[in-house]
């Protein structure tokens, strides 16, 4: 006879509401898998519409808990798993806009392709869901789930493209590196876990505040952290861990490249934040030379090995290492007040530059989907000569999201950029924020290189063939391309809501 | 670092016996190369035409659903043998499991995952229409071997 154990378990407190962004994206995804199998294909564009609808619910749900946040203060969801902040609602819209605008660009591409299917949107809805996860996780083993669920869909998403070897090639190799990199963060994961004795942020960040520094295991957990730094750097594509990222962007299909390069870096900022500034300042000397050195390797690669790409889309993924160079330089200047009460200008601007960097990307990568016709592979600079007399909107549209990207005055990207410099000038960082002016000096060249290619090369044979049939394309990509423009020049022009709803940034729960 | 020595030692062990495998088979062993012996993947029978290039792969989509209930059983059994203590918590989250991958496997069905044989796509015949019009009949396609129907006069021909 098995003597019957004593019932000493009580389940967490579980608060459907405030869980409620995550839950619609999910539920979105897996709603839209199995309608999406069951039925015969949908009208154009349905499958689409779906995924806005639910991105622009989980977005709206996540503005209404902005405002209860606002009122009653940071708190954490599921028995301490997941933290509920302001940061976290953030990078939750943020993640969103993402979502919408590539699902409208997804739907124009894939039109041009005939491949039309619910796949492609359950999966954007699936790594958004992972990606939240991760930008809200209070638990290292939570974070790590959340990293896993972004990647395995990021990797089925990069090789979707099924006639393009160039796509299967992006995919494989994003899963080998970046199944390497999970490694070393859950290895990093393990180790803090054996120095402190717990995963849990709240947990580590007590047990640091109460232990006598001698007793600590110092080389674990410095081990532990470094590891983790390495696993965030790749998903960040931070160098030197930036070398998939060109081929990754290059091969996969164009709105793909737009969602990683979006949603991804949200994400795993969203995590990196995390893990340093909230579950380590103790150990801020330690990691914040780190982070120095690569947000300085960050931004020179990105700009000066961008300068010699003939391929748009290579160009497009080094520039945006040197964007990952100037968000972490808003990271290093938050590291200088990292665990104080109010963390300083550095987080708030890290959540500006992110949200405006999203939504310019993203358009580049909308205008590189539709100028490389169905084939998805006239993405090379060469094809863009005359590119302005042959869809002279879209030019437009594209020169916005280069010179927004340049930092040029009224649009976002002046704004992000002059928030992070900011920040690091007001923390003394001098010295970077300097570096990061000059690359963004080098990297100006390039994009202006793309825009005089567009509007005064002459066009030669090839791109004159290119004119021809194939470029058409639906009202979705205008959609998605039109909003992405209007923000970035609404936001370059009255930043002022913006920047004070990132002022609230700065407390985290605990 | 003496919690640690056991593990070291039977890494030395096995790396040990690993090389003095290798060693006591490269001395020890009488060498008669044959055809059969260097063949790859060498079963003692000569292989007699080339293996197929190509073959069909939804071996891999079983594979994939077995999986699948390989994980949801691992999760099942714990939670049927701890279900009185785990309460209502339990129950919600085993059944929201439950649902999640009950949705996963009508996904894979109705995608086709257990369809064997050679694939029926269903095809738009509208592009076909002139084919497939009503006009179209026997008497109208088909020409008649014999004189029935036959127009006067093309008996000549």
Known sequence: MIAQPVSTFTGPEIDWYALSPLLVLVAAAVALLVAGALTPPWPKGGYAIVTV????????????????????????????????????????????VAVALVALL????????????????????????????????????????????????????????RRRSKSQESGLKYF?????????????????????????????????????????????????????????????????????????????????????????????????VRVLIVALPFYREDWQPVVWVLALVSLVVGSVLAVVQTNVKRLLAYSSINHVGFVLVGIESAAHRAGAVDSGPGVPSVGVYLLAYTVMVIGSFGVVAIASRSGDDATSLDSFRGFATRRPVLAVAFTVFLLAQAGVPFTSGFIAKFGVVQAAVEERSYAIALIAMLTSVVAAFLYLRIIVTMWMSEPDDASVELAGAGTSNSWTGTLSIGLAAGFTVAVGIVPGWLLDAADDLTQFAR | MGQYLPIIVLAVLAALFGVMTLAASHLLAPRRPSDAKEAPYECGIVPSREPPERFPVNFYIVAMLFIMFDIEIIFLYPYAIGRENLGVYGFVAIMIFSVLFFLTFVYEVARGGLDWGPVHRSRDLSADADIVSPERTSASTVRHVGLDGRPAGEEAA
């Open chain 1, 53 to 96: 609808g639910a991105a622009t619910a989980s977005a709206v749900l996540a503005i209404i808990q902005w405002q209860n946040i606002s009122d009653d203060g940071p708190s954490t969801l599921v028995a301490g798993a997941v933290s509920f902040d302001l940061s976290a609602m953030f990078f939750t819209i943020t993640i969103c």
């Open chain 1, 106 to 161: 997804t739907d124009d591409f894939l039109r041009r392709q005939a491949l039309d299917g619910p796949e492609f949107y359950a999966l954007y809805l699936v790594a958004a869901a992972g990606g939240i996860v991760m930008a809200s996780a209070n638990d290292l083993i939570v974070l790590f789930l959340g990293v896993e669920t972004l990647s395995l869909a990021l990797y089925v998403l990069a090789a979707a493209d």
């Open chain 1, 176 to 272: 080998v590196l970046g199944s390497f990199s999970s490694a070393f963060l859950l290895y990093g994961i393990a180790l803090v876990y054996g120095a402190t004795g717990s995963t849990n942020i709240t947990r580590v960040v007590v047990y640091l505040q109460e232990s006598v520094p001698l007793e600590r295991f110092d080389a674990l957990l410095l081990t532990g952290v470094a590891l983790m730094m390495v696993g965030l750097a790749f998903k960040i594509a931070a160098a030197p861990f930036h070398v998939w990222t060109p081929d990754v962007y290059e091969g996969a299909p164009s709105p793909v490249s737009a969602f990683m390069a979006s949603a991804g870096k949200v994400a795993a900022f969203g995590a990196l």
